[in-house]
């Protein structure tokens, strides 16, 4: 008989790279006083279970553990990050087709043990497939999210930061649409300690000019194929979005993030998920920001929407 423990919960299906390291940025980060891990690959999953077990004496209190699905009972949090890796000279679509079987299986064994916990979705592609477990699990939209473009707005954060030589903290900045090719880059609502980022790049002498605007989001938009060119995956920075989204939730903070989430008409897009500042708590998807962002970046955010349900319809979902 299985000893129930209390306290906040959660529950990651995938322990491979993603998944292994986000239970070590939890872990890290106290995040939760349970953490599971649940994956096909036993051998794998005892392994990393047994890997991070071994530093709970340096971190603060949290049981770590070998799981199935009976465990998404009682989980606050259930965290998607298994998937298909894209085999040689496959097509991304046929990629996407694999994985939505993949997430046709997964999913309704979640919601059988747990029609009340919050389905945060990593896996690539990220937006399509959030969507893909909002459908399958009719569970109500506030209820699933995906990691969105949470990493990518501290990638932006990041390389503004390394530019104006300010802290990233202190950089306020998002990506929008898309966790992928087609996001859009929010300069409008861009902002440093309050200062319109224009304003203050002026005042401090670098000014940014549009070359300069461009290098910094294609750079944005591009570090995932580089680290994946140079060292074969992305997970550190990945795992650390992931654990601030499950704060968000555990600790119902009321954090604007943007994480991908089922659009219902901001900017004219409807019936798909893409990514926005949104409010997230306790409850989940608490609210979606609908920000003034200029003109363009309206386009760009229905241009990214339409992209993505061209995908949805390709692949015959």
Request: net charge neutral; with cysteine; aromatic share 6%.
């Amino acid at each position: 008989m299985k000893t129930k423990f209390y306290g906040n919960k959660v529950t990651i299906i995938g322990a491979g790279f993603v998944g292994a390291t986000t239970a070590y940025a939890l872990m890290m980060g106290g995040t939760a006083s349970e953490i599971v891990l649940v994956d096909v690959n036993q051998k794998r999953l005892e392994g990393e279970v047994m890997d991070l077990n071994h530093g709970i004496a340096f971190v603060p209190p949290v049981r770590i553990r070998a799981g199935t699905y009976e465990d998404c009972a009682d989980s606050n949090v259930v965290i998607i990050t298994a998937g298909v890796a894209q085999k040689p000279g496959e097509t991304r679509i046929d990629l996407l087709k694999r994985n939505i079987e993949v997430f046709r299986s997964i999913v309704p064994r979640i919601v059988e043990h747990n029609r009340d916990c919050i389905i945060v979705v990593v896996t690539n592609p990220v937006d399509i497939l959030t969507y893909v477990t909002l459908k399958i699990s009719g569970l109500p939209p506030s209820q699933v999210m995906g990691s969105g473009t949470v990493l990518d707005s501290a990638r932006f954060r990041f390389l503004l930061g390394q530019h104006c030589h300010v802290a990233t903290q202190n950089v306020h900045a998002y990506i929008i649409g898309e966790h992928g090719d087609s996001e859009v880059a929010a300069w409008s609502i861009t902002n440093i300690a309050g200062m319109p980022i224009e304003q203050y790049c002026l005042r401090c002498g670098r000014a940014c000019e549009s070359d300069e605007k461009m290098r910094i989001f294609d750079e944005v938009k591009n570090a995932a194929y580089k680290i994946i060119e140079a060292k074969g995956a992305t997970y550190y920075a990945v795992g650390l979005a992931v654990r601030r989204i499950v704060e968000a939730i555990l600790r119902d903070e009321n954090v604007v993030l943007p994480v991908s989430s089922l659009m219902q008409g901001y900017y004219g897009v409807e019936d798909i998920c893409l990514s926005l500042p949104t409010l997230v708590n306790a409850k989940g998807v608490a609210r979606v920001l609908e920000l003034p962002l200029s003109q363009s970046e309206q386009e760009g955010f229905r241009r990214s929407a339409e992209i993505l349900k061209g995908w949805l319809k390709e692949a015959g979902f």
